[in-house]
């Protein structure tokens, strides 16, 4: 079989006004990046308001193995499915990061016979929406230090700076750097540090935002340090958020391309789920309700990291509420979880899969017991996978009142899944979702993460130094207690050691950093050795990514 991006080279697209039509926008509502991509401007849409909405399903997945479960291409496959059987289908995508494109996916735009296209640019530059978040990020941060350098008349005390700066790549030699060497002319020196920028506040507010103004203010909000009085210092205070709100007044709009299938996808934002919020903006979500019967949105890992923040943050900030849940699983990635290592996961190997299958019906119970939505299990299917193994997954969740769908829409595209989009909306159709969340507004901030913790993730216990504990009780007092949580840690497993995987028992949350989000209005808990910045692996994606003598990409998965 050909590799992802042959299959995306070879395909015929539709012109993206064709795209456009098909989901009833006129030639106004767009502003073309090229043939296949384009903007929505939502100004130009005003009859969109009346429509009702359309079904939401949300795609999950259990805790992944290292190669990934297939999640992206589950939505897109579902998607197209759903077109196959007569539904108005509309994809919600996050924008994949360069990071990991040329760190160790390779890319991220589905794969197989169920990705978005134009794949090549979908992973690389785009629409430049991330090198916008860069920048309005990278302009607080310089007039932090401009600030500073000419008379600091907000007396910012320098040691108490938060805003580090960004960049769209992983680069573990930026995690801690010192600026302003060289001089007085160069500033006053000081510790600071690089994000990547997935992992910004900007990206966040701006997936959050619903308007223009709101994301002006909420930009307005950004707590960037504080001064010697321990008072919060805002890019309002720096008159900062106007010039930031211009470099995004492009970014906010969402990007609508396509599938292999044709099925209309927007793709908009990129926050991770490990470190981040994990889902694309609250923009593009409520433009594809408006726009299709169904729209079909992920939300980043595993259900206790991305699920859970769509739910508690992105649902209880917009009012939005899931139809149907779709969990994501393989055959290998229980075994993985087994405890099978990596080479050994084509061969049968029951007694393993009975044990990690631990991992999946912790995820299902999350789903149903927790978030309270009806769900089935996409079981994306592989040649090495047996009868046998298909059997047992399809009986232990026969005991949960679960239904088990074979997935094979990477090889068929939306032929191998309409199975899958049959039962998606049998159970979005009942109305059997009745959604909360797992944690009220009212709760404190300990309390939050205490519930997060225990009912999510199966912890026994959760610890924080003391001087983390003292931040997190000083928010509290502050007035930033009704924010919800967005916690960050391993995607790897329940636990935050990434070693432990199935469903460990006892583990311990521990939280070793927190970091305020007043513009995203959320507080991120930092747990254990989760990092903001990743690293390279040791054979990065970009040793096999080139180009030929006529331009083609090469190696780009």
Request: aromatic content about 6%; glycine content about 10%.
């Amino acid at each position: 079989m050909p590799s992802d991006i042959e299959i995306a080279q070879q395909a015929k697209l539709r012109k993206i006004s064709e795209i456009a039509m098909q989901l009833g926008l006129n030639e106004d509502s767009i502003e073309l990046y090229g043939p296949y991509k384009a903007k929505i401007d939502l100004n130009a849409n005003p009859h969109l308001q009346d429509r009702p909405d359309g079904k939401l399903i949300l795609v999950t997945a259990i805790s992944p193995s290292p190669a990934g479960e297939g999640k992206t291409t589950t939505t897109v496959g579902l998607g197209d499915a759903l077109q196959r059987i007569g539904k108005r289908a509309v994809i919600c995508l996050r924008e994949p990061s360069m990071g990991p494109v040329f760190g160790m996916k390779g890319g991220a735009a589905g794969g197989g016979y169920a990705q978005v296209v134009p794949m090549e640019d979908i992973n690389l530059h785009f629409t430049g929406d991330f090198a916008a978040i860069a920048l309005a990020h990278n302009l607080l941060a310089a007039m932090i230090d401009n600030h500073i350098h000419h008379g600091n008349a907000l007396q910012i005390d320098p040691r108490q700076v938060t805003w580090k700066r960004v960049v769209d790549m992983n680069d573990r030699a930026l995690r801690q750097v010192v600026v302003g060497l060289g001089g007085k002319v160069n500033g006053q020196p000081r510790e600071d540090g690089f994000d990547i920028v997935v992992a910004s506040e900007v990206m966040a507010v701006l997936c959050l935002a619903d308007s223009l103004k709101d994301l002006r203010n909420r930009l307005g909000n950004i707590v960037a340090g504080y001064n010697f009085s321990g008072e919060p210092v805002t890019a309002c205070d720096l008159k900062a958020h106007g010039a930031m709100a211009v470099m995004l007044k492009e970014a906010i709009k969402p990007n609508l391309v396509q599938t292999l299938e044709h099925t209309p996808a927007l793709l908009h934002g990129g926050p991770f789920a490990n470190i981040a919020h994990g889902c694309n903006s609250l923009i593009a979500t409520r433009t594809a309700l408006k726009l299709g019967d169904y729209v079909v949105t992920e939300a980043g890992f595993g259900a206790d990291l991305g699920a859970e923040k769509f739910i508690n943050i992105k649902c209880r900030k917009s009012g939005l509420k899931p139809d149907a849940c779709v969990v994501v699983a393989t055959v290998r990635a229980l075994k993985y979880h087994g405890g099978i290592e990596v080479p050994d996961l084509a061969k049968e190997n029951l007694d393993a899969l009975e044990r990690g299958i631990a991992n999946l019906e912790k995820h299902v119970q999350n789903v149903t017991s927790h978030y309270r939505l009806p769900c089935v299990v996409a079981l994306n299917r592989f040649d090495h996978d047996t009868v046998a193994e298909l059997a047992l997954i399809a009986k232990r969740m026969e005991v949960l009142g679960i239904r088990v769908i074979l997935a094979e829409h990477w090889a068929k595209g939306g032929a191998g899944a309409t199975a899958l989009a049959e039962t998606v909306v049998e159970l979005a159709e009942t109305g059997q979702a009745c959604m909360r969340y797992v944690y009220d507004d009212e709760d404190m901030l300990w309390e939050k993460l205490g519930k997060v913790a225990r009912r999510i993730y199966g912890a026994s216990d959760v610890h924080a130094l003391r001087r983390v504990r003292a931040i997190i009780d000083k928010l509290q007092e502050e007035g930033y207690g009704h924010y919800p949580i967005c916690i960050a840690k391993t995607q790897y497993s329940f636990s935050t050691d990434a070693s432990q995987r199935g469903l460990p028992h006892p583990h311990i949350l521990t939280v070793r950093a927190v970091r305020l989000c007043a513009g995203a209005e959320f507080i991120v808990m930092i747990c254990d050795d989760i990092m903001t910045m990743p690293g390279l692996p040791k054979e990065p994606c970009a040793t096999r990514i080139d180009i030929d003598d006529d331009g083609r990409v090469i190696g780009l998965y």
